[in-house]
């Protein structure tokens, strides 16, 4: 039997992951994921196009736009099926409202076309099984954020495909590793993002993140932690929920909403018991006049998006505190070539030509993407394994990753550019 693979974003690149898969034969094909990226003005770069009616279902991973963004743009004139998990169904719609909300830019679809698709959406419980016109779809726990699912794809024939999204092979307090049953598959396409990196273990990050912490706190700092709503702050304020229960920790803006959500679908979050406390013993922030007070509090802690500083209660909050050395800024969330988090990082400012930040400024690899060695040790779980395809990496990534499971596994890889097609016979 021959699959076709149709490569419509995140081929040797990190964002708008994008594949389209059909049967030889077929004439209608199943999506995985329609994100966006951005380039280095912020500007949405959308994946290819594809007619909606030679889409026969469109399965999302997660609600990361670089996965849904851009999922709206068939529901202007169509209505295909849409199965996604439920938190991710919940959160997806949060992060596009915000997204239209904050965009600069003109986008092919509205608020209009986001609610078109909400309504053709299918969801699933993770661990569920869905039958559909000649495959069956089994939904795996991805272990990157809550509600993200890998997808197992059995065609009649026999033969499957497991299509994973970004995955994490570790537990965190908000979300439990990557599932590992189930794995039978004789293609596998995978992330790659930290394809040729090993994150340092979690529990030496978070060690060395609460001492820094405590130390900026018990000299009179404010530490503001900047970090990405969905996922990454909730993780934040459960680990100080643990570790410094009685400390002044305010969070803000989305982090805030994301949090109640996850209270309420606790089915979806690892250690609830954590979220819970910190949902008790730390505070929201309401409004403006609050901010305001908690700049001048002195000994506080403050979590917030965005994550890279690109905008956000964090950027209001860097302009009133940057300027006290006994202050700190806790990156916790990967920072983009272009974003201001990392010219921070790297120069010391936060844009060309600006202040010089005299608060001290560190970064914590808190990473939700699993590093080479765990994707590799995935790759030799999946049983009867033919082929690889690698996408969302960049090309060192890829190569890296590819040649070690090539390699130490036998198996071959593929890494498709956006555009190509590949064929594969099994
Ligand atoms: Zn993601
Ligand atoms: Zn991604």
């Avoid at 039997?1 to 490569?7: I, P, S």
């Avoid at 280095?40 to 670089?66: E, G, Q, R």
């Avoid at 698709?117 to 016109?133: A, C, Q």
């Avoid at 090539?406 to 594969?424: L, Y």
Wanted: charged share 25%.
């Amino acid at each position: 039997m021959k699959l076709e693979f149709l490569v419509l974003g995140g081929g040797r690149e990190v964002g708008r992951a994008a594949i389209a898969i059909k049967r030889n034969g077929d004439d209608r094909y199943t999506l995985f994921d329609y994100g966006i990226s951005f380039d280095i003005d912020d500007k949405p770069i959308l994946p290819l196009s594809i007619a909606p009616n030679k889409l026969k279902a469109i399965f999302i991973t997660h609600s990361h736009l670089d996965h849904v963004g851009a999922a709206p743009l068939f529901y202007i004139s169509s209505n295909p099926p849409i199965y996604m998990s439920k938190f991710t169904a919940i959160t997806s719609r949060i992060m596009i409202e915000d997204f239209l909300r904050i965009s600069g830019y003109y986008l092919p679809f509205e608020f209009l076309e986001l609610d078109s698709m909400m309504k053709s959406v299918t969801t699933f419980n993770i661990g569920d099984r869905i039958e559909l016109d000649g495959m069956i779809v089994d939904t795996i726990n991805a272990g990157h954020i809550p509600g993200s699912t890998m997808f197992r794809v059995e065609f009649r024939e026999g033969v499957s495909v497991l299509y994973t999204g970004d995955i994490n092979t570790i537990d965190t307090r908000i979300v439990r590793g990557a599932c590992n049953q189930k794995l039978d598959a004789g293609i596998l396409v995978m992330e790659s993002t930290y394809g040729m990196y090993d994150h340092p273990s979690r529990e030496r990050v978070e060690q060395i993140f609460i001492d820094a912490v405590k130390s900026v706190v018990e000299d009179g700092g404010t530490v503001l932690i900047p970090a990405f709503s969905m996922g990454r702050s909730q993780e934040i304020l459960a680990l100080l929920a643990e570790k410094m229960p009685q400390a002044n920790v305010y969070y803000d803006g989305m982090a805030r909403d994301i949090l109640e959500l996850m209270l309420l679908y606790r089915e979806h979050v690892n250690r609830y018991d954590l979220l819970e406390k910190a949902s008790k013993v730390f505070t929201q922030v309401k409004d403006s006049g609050m901010r305001k007070s908690i700049c001048k509090e002195g000994g506080s802690i403050i979590v917030t998006p965005a994550g890279m500083l690109k905008g956000g209660p964090a950027l209001y909050y860097v302009k009133r505190i940057y300027d006290n050395p006994r202050n700190a800024i806790m990156l916790v969330s990967y920072q983009a070539a272009s974003s201001p988090g990392r010219k921070l990082l790297t120069e010391g400012v936060l844009e060309d030509g600006g202040t010089r930040v005299k608060a001290k400024v560190f970064w914590f690899d808190f990473s939700s993407h699993a590093g080479a060695s765990d994707l590799l040790n995935f790759v030799k779980q999946v049983k009867n394994l033919q082929r690889v395809v690698l996408m969302h990496g960049n090309e060192d990534s890829i190569y890296s990753l590819g040649y070690r499971i090539k390699e130490e596994i036998g198996v071959d890889f593929v890494s498709p550019q956006v555009g190509e097609t590949i064929n594969v016979e099994l």
